[in-house]
């Protein structure tokens, strides 16, 4: 059976200049794009979380598993993967290249002026790595468990340890500047 897979990342922005950016999200059916969706977020804001819920309730249904490239969006505009997963009842999926490692956060959002955002960020479960063909990858999740995060690298790690609906957004994501 063919799963739907929205996989969302953000797009470059100039920090100290940008006060608005993207987020790009591809809906896959497997590895088929269906289709693309752009929404504005504000740099290092808080409205990441509800404009992939705004995106995701408007695909009506279609969505059975969303992939972010990370829990951030444009800086330090953070997504509560449980608060979300609650919010769409769906899986999501968290992935990194690198594990955040939490006194460099800590200090990146003391030194950026956000420290309100310090408790959220510390309060987050930490990534669990998992080996792909090509190398290990970090990954938060919620609603699936570690055998089904598993079972996603397995099928959808094609040319990377990023699963590729995720790659091609990343890609997609990296030409959408405001």
Not at 7 to 15: L, N, T
Request: glycine share 6%.
């Amino acid at each position: 059976m063919a799963i739907r897979v929205l996989a969302v990342d953000d797009a470059p922005f100039k920090k100290g200049v940008d006060k608005w950016t993207f987020i790009v999200c591809l809906l896959f059916r497997d590895l088929i794009l269906e289709k693309a969706i752009k929404a504005r977020i504000e740099v290092d804001g808080s409205d990441a979380e509800e404009k992939i819920v705004e995106v995701v309730n408007n695909l009506r249904g279609e969505v059975n598993i969303l992939m972010l490239h990370g829990t951030t969006m444009g800086g330090f505009n953070m997504i509560n993967l449980s608060s979300l997963h609650n919010k769409l009842g769906i899986p999501v999926i968290s992935f990194l290249e690198r594990a955040p490692r939490d006194e460099l956060v800590v200090h990146a959002l003391k030194s950026a002026g956000k420290e309100d955002k310090i408790e959220d960020f510390l309060r987050q479960p930490k990534y669990t790595p998992f080996k792909t063909k090509y190398g290990i990858i970090h990954c938060l999740f919620e609603g699936i468990n570690e055998r089904e995060v598993e079972e996603i690298l397995k099928r959808y790690c094609i040319e990377s340890k990023f699963p590729e609906q995720l790659r091609i957004a990343n890609i997609v994501a990296s030409i959408a500047r405001c």
